[in-house]
């Protein structure tokens, strides 16, 4: 029901920004929460931020915290993630996800929630 395609990761120095956008294609955008994970070499996927369906509510990874920020505009059926002072740390391939409303609460950290995922796209923070 919906496609997810990520844009905007490159090679960037420590302490550099980046804004990664995942445009949406299909008719419910607007009835999905949507996160972003990122997957670095050799370890296993993990959240990073996600957001309700209008956009009130945001939740984010510890690390992350006063770094990234987690927007979307659903008249763009377009998810977007502010990165900013990015560390080494922080190099993987990004993904978007969008999670049905049916759940509750409202956002989640939960992978398996998440029904509809975005190819990826790669973030490389070099020190």
């Known amino acids: 029901q919906l496609q997810l395609v990520e844009s905007g990761g490159g090679l960037v120095q420590a302490g550099d920004s980046l804004r990664l956008s995942c445009r949406a294609s299909?008719?419910?955008?607007?009835?999905?929460?949507m996160g972003w994970f990122r997957q670095a070499p050799g370890k296993e996927r993990e959240f990073v931020a996600a957001?309700?369906?209008?956009?009130?509510?945001?939740s984010y990874t510890e690390s992350v915290k006063g770094r990234f920020t987690i927007s979307r505009d659903n008249a763009e059926n377009t998810l977007f993630l502010q990165m900013n002072s990015l560390k080494p740390e922080d190099t993987g391939v990004y993904f978007c996800?969008?999670?049905?409303?049916?759940?509750?609460?409202?956002?989640?950290?939960?992978?398996?929630?998440?029904?509809?995922w975005g190819q990826g796209t790669q973030v490389t923070v070099s020190s």
């Open positions: 957001i309700s369906v209008t956009g009130g509510s945001t």
């Open positions: 299909g008719y419910t955008f607007d009835e999905h929460s």
């Open positions: 996800a969008a999670r049905p409303n049916t759940y509750i609460p409202v956002i989640s950290d939960l992978q398996n929630e998440y029904r509809y």
